[in-house]
């Protein structure tokens, strides 16, 4: 497409945007439990207002907008606040759960360089159930990835963890949950190795960082995730997931300043003026640190708790109702995940027939199952859920499977 010539009204563009938006998943319908966290119209309100406010403002220069300084320092506090960091804990807002991620293990190797005289090629020990961005920013650093196959409850094996551990091991990981199946490894015994081998161990809370504490507030059975575990480096928890912000916002947080002090980037050789970036990004919207700050605030303590409960309930009653209907929830899945899987029926075949309904849901590959991220809207549309699916086993069951497809995330 070659750019026009000349310019078109924006009423005219408005209703062409919205008119191709017509063909995406109706979110707002409840239908979707992937890549869109629902927590209802007033806390979307708040996102987008917030987010126009400092839409044209830059995170990359503080000096400038000292506003989005502050809300960024008082945003990573009130994550630490929740996530235990003790005192001289730290962090920063990135794009994304891939940024926080990336900029950990870049963080984790320097230390291993500058610190534990680390040489030779560095490599991550993970569970197989870890999210690709550790390949991801492995790849672009020349990282070795050791994905660990997992305990038969599909938690992170500790024992082989340890012994795939090597001198050269700059990270070890653990989900907090992990995305295929909403499971919280033990991160407890992974922190006691972590200190038994002095290895840097992240949490990767992308997912639960900003609900599993408010699950436990509100007498959920959440086991110690955090930096509450001695042994917890750096973590990653995302504030666009479960702390229901606009996107792109998530946070890298580090147990010191110490550690953190290899994350920041800082050049002064070139001819304009020293440049200082602590993430991956150099400009950063300050629209997404603006509406981060104002839904949580706007959201509190209570707001939060509210909310996550609602997806406490939404999840039980899922997962009694697909029990009936024959499904295997895989693992205790205690935050916002579901996953559960059928012995005498193909799963994708279900996950098309949903698709009929006009569901737009995640699935698992090993084993294969259907896969539920689940927002606080859902409790609304849980019943319709469980009716349709009950729909789907039946066509299945009488072999109306439908037509195929692929779920990429791509």
């Not at 759960?97 to 490599?123: F, V």
């Not at 609900?211 to 990653?236: K, L, T, Y």
């Not at 290899?262 to 509406?291: E, K, N, Q, S, Y």
């Amino acid at each position: 497409m070659a750019m026009p010539s000349k310019g078109t009204d924006w009423d005219t563009l408005k209703a062409e945007m919205l008119s191709r938006a017509s063909h995406d998943v109706k979110w707002r319908d409840g239908k979707t439990a992937v890549y869109v966290f629902n927590a209802g119209p007033d806390v979307e309100k708040v996102q987008k207002e917030a987010y126009t406010l400092f839409m044209s403002e830059n995170g990359l220069g503080p000096m400038a907008f000292p506003s989005l300084k502050k809300m960024e320092d008082e945003v990573i506090s009130m994550g630490l606040g929740l996530l235990h960091g003790p005192d001289g804990s730290v962090g920063n807002i990135t794009s994304g759960g891939t940024d926080s991620i990336t900029m950990a293990i870049k963080t984790a190797r320097d230390y291993a360089r500058n610190e534990l005289g680390l040489q030779g090629q560095p490599n991550i020990v993970l569970p197989w159930s870890a999210h690709p961005a550790f390949d991801k920013a492995a790849m672009m650093m020349e990282i070795e990835i050791r994905r660990i196959p997992l305990r038969d409850d599909l938690l992170a094996d500790v024992a082989a963890m340890d012994k795939a551990a090597d001198d050269n091991t700059i990270m070890i990981v653990g989900s907090a949950p992990c995305f295929p199946y909403g499971l919280i490894d033990p991160i407890a015994e992974l922190g006691a190795l972590a200190q038994k081998r002095r290895l840097w161990l992240h949490v990767d809370a992308c997912v639960g960082g900003y609900i599993a504490p408010f699950v436990r507030m509100n007498g959920g059975d959440v086991p110690p995730f955090d930096f509450e575990v001695p042994g917890v480096s750096s973590m990653s928890a995302d504030l666009h997931k479960y702390g229901y912000c606009a996107k792109g916002a998530s946070t890298v947080l580090f147990r010191s300043e110490e550690l953190r002090a290899h994350m920041i980037f800082d050049c002064a050789d070139w001819p304009g003026g020293r440049m200082v970036t602590p993430t991956l990004a150099g400009t950063r919207p300050g629209g997404a640190i603006a509406a981060a700050w104002a839904v949580m605030n706007f959201l509190g303590v209570d707001g939060y708790r509210a909310k996550h409960g609602q997806v406490t309930e939404a999840r039980e009653k899922i997962q009694a109702g697909v029990e009936k209907l024959g499904f295997k929830v895989m693992g205790n899945p205690q935050l916002g995940i579901i996953a559960f899987t059928h012995e005498e029926m193909d799963p994708f075949a279900v996950w098309g027939k949903l698709f009929e309904r006009g569901w737009f849901t995640s699935l698992t590959t090993e084993p294969k199952g259907l896969h539920l991220m689940l927002s606080p809207f859902h409790l609304k549309v849980a019943d319709t859920y469980l009716d349709d699916l009950a729909w789907a086993v039946d066509e299945v069951k009488a072999g109306h499977a439908g037509k195929k497809r692929e779920l990429r995330y791509s």
